[in-house]
């Protein structure tokens, strides 16, 4: 039996996370809410009514457009570089031994260890001192130099929990060390290198510090919102941000039904297979 | 066709596979941060153009001059970073052990709020805490705050932004070293006659060390850095560290000074790291934790 000390504990335990996720939603609850203000002006600060004309129209404000734009475009060049370069230095760390690791390794530590406003400001004075003017460029060359340490690390740790034998077994089949990567290692690994391609992307078109110091005349998403704290963020930043909640949101149910779905046959046919084990082996919750 | 033996080619592939990336961090990494050493030894004004002549001054004149922001950004964090353990530890362990089949949905919740541009939830909370918002004026109601007393531009405003805005990196490592606990330990603990206090204290908490190296170091480290909550949510009287090298590199153009606190901040930091991971006493946390 469960003593009134433990029942107190649990109790306590849940209500502590419901406060704690609760916390972590009040400031979108705002977002949300204020995306259907009715604001006079400017200013978006108190509310003054339900509207949906913001929702009518999003791209409004030509400059957000752009803003956003250049986020997405910036987000894809940098992911695509930064998860192949990545993933390649994450292969060759795991994979093979050679001299020269540590630096390696301690090159791809030192940016996830350096706060940003370092890492910006010494680009920038890198730019700077060779009069490369910056903008749309040298923000994709500031997102890539940062992602890829996330994305070795990502795919690394995929890579050390593989199997090696089967490539091992598809090599002695008579396999090349080309196919064998193409069919065996790419597929295995493809879970990770696309959770670091997410991971690069989500921190990319979220990233003001970095970008305030190398974007020169080009506006982001978050330069935007920043920039326009001072007369006021407009009512088209919360819808956009909502509709992407909204977008993220119904992409994770479907993918949560997916797994379900998958799931559910793979113990049907765990069922059909092994009658007797599938009863014997107690259900885990 | 150039045909290199096997042994060969064995050796090579590994730089070829590194050789891009490695190129770029040293280009981008790397090189700015040697020429970001050169900078911080320079001496001049933004008129006339900097020069380098070993100006160890900068560093002495950038310690005396922002040695006030500096020990704030390191006040802050490190206070955020233990607000983000005691909240988030009792939620990271609900959601490992006690959320069943929840367990999903409630980590989903907690990546959620990402999903929202950090800059724009940073200005929710502005508007929360606003001086004529709704939180304000009931506090003043019940008598909490005084008729004029405000919840923005103060330094209780700017560390619970920065323990908002890094909850979730401190959440998301504890939850995952919790979770691979061996809950066996534990109920060998108790079975052992360890009450459920001396169990948590002798075999959890131990256990989840990494978790909190983990998100101890991705909390504290970008706090140390932050500039928009101090932006944002406060007034120079609490601005930061990162507040500065921004407005000096941005606005004011003094390279040296920027360059300068950058570096102390960055070896602040690498050697913090260094002593955390020594305290914890684990060697390889480093690597559990990376």
Redesign the interface.
């Known amino acids: 039996m469960r003593s009134t000390g433990?029942k107190v504990?649990?109790w306590g335990?849940?209500v502590?996370?419901a406060v704690?996720?609760l916390?972590?939603?009040?400031?979108?609850f705002?977002?949300v809410l204020?995306s259907f203000n009715d604001n006079r002006g400017r200013f978006n600060?108190?509310w003054q009514g339900f509207t949906l004309k913001h929702w009518a129209d999003p791209f409004a404000n030509p400059d957000l457009a752009v803003a956003l734009k250049n986020s997405i475009l910036i987000a894809l060049i940098a992911t695509v570089?930064a998860t192949?370069?990545?993933t390649?230095?994450a292969?060759?760390?795991v994979?093979?031994g050679?001299r020269g690791r540590g630096v390696?390794d301690l090159?791809?530590?030192?940016?996830?260890?350096?706060?940003?406003?370092?890492?910006g400001?010494?680009?920038?004075?890198?730019f700077?001192?060779m009069a490369v003017n910056t903008g749309f460029a040298t923000i994709v060359?500031?997102h890539?130099?940062?992602t890829?340490?996330y994305v070795?690390?990502t795919v690394k740790a995929r890579l050390e929990g593989m199997d090696r034998h089967i490539e091992e077994a598809a090599m002695d089949l008579g396999a090349t060390e080309w196919a064998t990567f193409r069919k065996i290692t790419l597929p295995m690994i493809a879970p990770g290198v696309a959770a670091a391609a997410l991971l690069a992307s989500?921190i990319s078109i979220?990233d003001?510090?970095i970008t305030?110091?190398n974007a020169g005349q080009t506006q982001t998403?978050?330069l935007f919102?920043?920039g326009a704290?001072r007369q006021g963020?407009p009512p088209e930043?919360?819808v956009l941000?909502t509709s992407?909640?909204v977008i993220?949101?119904i992409l994770?149910g479907l993918n949560?039904l997916l797994q379900r779905r998958l799931a559910a046959r793979e113990v049907r046919r765990d069922a059909v297979d092994e009658p007797e084990t599938a009863a014997l082996v107690p259900a885990r919750? | 066709m150039l045909r290199l033996s096997l042994r060969r080619r064995?050796?090579l592939?590994?730089?070829l596979?590194?050789g891009?990336?490695?190129l770029?961090?040293?280009v981008?990494?790397?090189?700015?941060?040697l020429?970001?050493a050169n900078?911080s030894l320079q001496s001049g004004d933004a008129e006339t153009g900097y020069a380098f002549n070993w100006a160890f001054s900068t560093y002495t004149n950038a310690i005396s001059d922002y040695d006030t922001q500096f020990i704030r950004s390191i006040g802050y964090s490190a206070t955020a970073t233990v607000l983000c353990l005691i909240?988030?530890f009792?939620?990271a362990?609900?959601?490992a052990f006690?959320a069943?089949r929840f367990k999903?949905l409630?980590l989903?919740?907690?990546i959620?709020?990402?999903?929202?541009?950090?800059?724009?939830?940073?200005?929710?909370?502005?508007?929360?805490l606003?001086d004529?918002?709704w939180v304000v004026e009931r506090l003043r109601d019940v008598g909490l705050l005084s008729t004029d007393g405000r919840l923005l531009a103060s330094r209780t405003a700017v560390i619970a932004g920065i323990t908002?805005n890094f909850?979730?990196f401190m959440v998301l490592p504890l939850y995952v070293s919790l979770e691979k606990l061996d809950r066996r330990l534990i109920e060998a603990a108790t079975d052992l006659y360890a009450s459920?206090v001396t169990a948590f204290r002798k075999v959890t908490l131990p256990l989840a060390l990494p978790g909190i190296f983990a998100g101890s170091?991705l909390t504290f480290?970008?706090a140390?850095?932050?500039?928009?909550n101090a932006a944002?949510l406060g007034t120079s009287r609490q601005y930061m560290v990162?507040n500065v090298?921004?407005s000096k590199?941005?606005t004011i153009l003094d390279?040296p000074t920027?360059?300068a606190l950058?570096f102390i901040?960055?070896t602040f930091?690498?050697v913090g790291?260094f002593l955390y991971a020594r305290l914890l006493g684990t060697q390889n946390l480093?690597e559990a934790a990376?």
Do not use: H, K
């Open positions: 433990d504990r649990s335990l849940a502590w996370s704690a996720l916390y972590l939603f009040i400031p979108i705002i977002v204020f600060f108190t570089l192949i370069l990545g390649f230095m292969l060759a760390l994979r093979y050679f390696v090159l791809v530590f030192l940016p996830l260890a350096t706060p940003e406003v370092v890492l400001a010494a680009l920038l004075a890198l700077l001192t060359i500031a890539t130099m940062f890829i340490s070795v690390v989500a979220d003001y510090v305030s110091f998403f978050p919102i920043f704290t963020v930043v919360n941000a992407l909640l993220v949101l994770m949560v919750g | 064995r050796q592939l590994p730089w596979f590194l891009p990336g490695l770029w961090l040293v981008f990494f790397a090189i700015p941060l020429n970001q900078v909240i988030g009792p939620l362990y609900f959601t006690r069943g999903n409630i989903l919740l907690i959620l709020p990402f999903f929202t541009s950090y800059v724009l939830r940073t200005v929710a909370w502005q508007l929360i606003s004529n918002g908002y909850l979730p459920r170091l480290i970008p140390c850095g932050d500039f928009i944002l990162g090298i921004q590199f941005i390279y920027a360059a950058s901040l960055m930091i690498l790291v480093t990376f």
